[in-house]
């Protein structure tokens, strides 16, 4: 084999969930009726922004090599934290801030701020107290979707302040700011994954802990920090959802995490740690998405979506280990 | 013997009611090549941990270039100067020879103030190390689990070359590694040690020590049974050390 059929087959292997993403929207296009227009496109990015930005904070703990079964419970709390303050009518207290614009920067500070200490307190269990992350944060699954049936008492939140809410509204090339929003984040976020000491050491402790901390990196904080991360941007996930749907209900987001557990298997990342970039993931909640799309248009019970997205995370397991055998036989 | 590099007094670590080292006193001086053996558990390792600071020790006290010293964390032995070698290799091998080579010490620069991974020096820096060494991998961007044993031991053994530090530790560095390279291996030692970098190698092979260090240090149920210059000592005297000095009623082994 020569060196430019070696890259290119590598080119291939590492963005595969890309290719798959293009097929199934080439394949769309052409069988579905109405499902090539850019309006069709422009729904699926906007669509997929409250999961995509959620699995971005999932997928970098889990390729540090640990679990955030949190994420989908801390959304929902950011999200009525944000609702309870800002909403004008049910269980909403309408607190008023001037100018108005200010409501943005505190609202999304409360949703960060929340996301964090959640994170913070997953993170301190799990790397100093030396528990499984497993256990740990689907304790906090639990109980923080508790909490936010404690504080709702069961109840909704509407009407959120249209400061905030001009974010779901105001449309930039055909896209809410908030589906810009998730776009920006997944930009970031590879960014620093893949050129900076911190996403590096992310990487290598997934990869092989023990050798890590053998080289003096403070395998500790970075793990800490990671949870944060994973906290603060379930915060930021709960912020758009509230923006989403104007306010924020007690089971709001319910199911969210499984979703964005295929995504960002389908996205390349592997649940043993080390492995997965997160552009992968990017592709991997879109091809959700682009899915969901398609049983929409095709007028299919909603119900199959269930069945498809199952049916699709064995599909990329399966792929990934075909993925394996090639590189072998590459090296 | 040049100026002591590193002091070992009396140190000893037990595990629960189970002592390890009993109390292990020994030197190794600069650009001095100390063969540290013994038998299976005799407490080599361990010893080799607390140098390095992946375990502190129960009591005792060391010495690095005339000042206390007691690293807490292996962060803290590298920052003064110990670089180690583990006889389970410590490789990250979900990423590429490269980031391995690197681990915790990346080339940056500064992009509008963020550190930014500087791939390309890095590059640059492990393709002359390696090839300096001789040592031949077909792409430094190939993820190391691709990589043979051999290779990857030869990624560990260049890193320590690289690095250098002031004091090496080796534990059972050449385990996978063949004929050649070992032989290559040993070389590099005497080349690192030459720069006056003190070097403890951890072996179970006789041939080896006797090939390489300057003096020989024997552990045998966690006390120094024996602490000879290798001109003045042979192979049976050494096993003789290591095995206890008569063979029936020598005990269980260490």
């Known amino acids: 084999m020569n060196l430019r059929t070696r890259h290119a087959l590598e080119f291939v292997l590492d963005n595969l969930v890309w290719f798959m993403l293009l097929l199934v929207l080439v394949v769309f296009s052409l069988f579905i009726p109405n499902y090539f227009q850019l309006g069709i496109f422009a729904n699926i990015i906007e669509a997929s922004s409250v999961l995509g930005v959620m699995s971005i904070g999932l997928a970098l703990v889990i390729i540090a090599g640990h679990m955030d079964l949190s994420v989908e419970s801390v959304a929902a709390l950011s999200a009525m934290a944000v609702g309870i303050l800002f909403c004008s009518s049910g269980i909403g207290l309408g607190v008023q801030l001037h100018p108005e614009w200010l409501m943005v920067p505190v609202s999304l500070l409360l949703a960060l701020a929340v996301g964090g200490l959640i994170g913070a307190f997953n993170g301190y269990l799990v790397v100093k107290v030396k528990m499984s992350a497993f256990i740990i944060t689907l304790a906090s699954y639990i109980w923080v979707r508790g909490l936010v049936l404690v504080i709702s008492g069961g109840r909704s939140a509407q009407d959120l302040a249209p400061a905030i809410r001009w974010f779901g509204i105001q449309r930039l090339i055909g896209l809410p700011l908030t589906a810009w929003i998730a776009v920006a984040c997944f930009v970031v976020f590879s960014l620093i994954m893949a050129k900076t000491p911190f996403g590096r050491h992310l990487v290598m402790i997934g990869g092989n802990e023990t050798a890590t901390f053998r080289a003096g990196i403070r395998v500790n904080r970075n793990l800490i920090i990671a949870f944060v991360l994973a906290g603060a941007i379930a915060g930021l996930a709960g912020w758009l959802l509230a923006i989403r749907t104007s306010g924020a209900t007690a089971n709001l987001g319910v199911g969210l995490l499984f979703n964005a557990f295929a995504a960002v298997v389908i996205g390349g990342v592997s649940l043993k740690g080390g492995v997965g970039t997160l552009p992968g993931v990017y592709a991997g909640v879109l091809l959700l998405s682009a899915i969901n799309t398609a049983i929409n248009l095709m007028g299919l019970p909603a119900n199959f979506t269930q069945v498809i997205h199952g049916l699709l995370v064995l599909a990329a397991v399966l792929l990934d280990a075909f993925k394996q055998t090639i590189r072998q036989r590459l090296a | ?254």
């Open chain 2, 1 to 254: 013997m040049s100026e002591p590099l590193l002091v070992l007094d009396n140190v000893t670590k037990n595990y629960g009611a189970i002592e390890a080292l009993k109390g292990i006193s020994f030197s190794i001086g600069k650009g001095e090549v100390v063969a540290l053996l013994g038998d299976n558990g005799a407490g080599k390792s361990t010893l080799v941990k607390i140098i390095a600071g992946g375990l502190e020790p129960t009591s005792g006290r060391m010495l690095f270039e005339g000042k206390d010293f007691l690293a807490r964390s292996p962060a803290e032995a590298k920052a003064a100067g110990i670089e180690t070698v583990y006889q389970d290799l410590s490789l990250c091998t979900n990423v590429d020879v490269v980031a391995n080579f690197f681990m915790g010490r990346e080339i940056t620069r500064k992009v509008l103030g963020i550190p930014v991974l500087d791939e390309r020096a890095m590059e640059a820096v492990v393709g002359k190390a390696l090839a300096s060494a001789g040592t031949r991998i077909p792409s430094l961007r190939t993820n190391v689990e691709h990589l043979s044993g051999g290779q990857r031991q030869a990624i560990e053994l260049n890193r320590f070359v690289h690095w250098g530090g002031k004091l090496v530790l080796l534990d059972e560095p050449f385990a996978a590694l063949g004929v050649e390279q070992t032989r290559r291996g040993l070389d590099m030692i005497r080349q690192v040690a030459s720069q006056g970098i003190g070097v403890v190698i951890i072996t179970h092979i006789m041939q080896q020590a006797f090939q390489v260090a300057d003096r020989i240090v024997v552990i045998r149920q966690g006390v120094v049974a024996g602490d000879v210059a290798r001109n003045k000592t042979s192979p049976d005297a050494v096993i003789n050390m290591i095995t206890g000095e008569t063979l029936a009623g020598a005990g269980p082994a260490g």
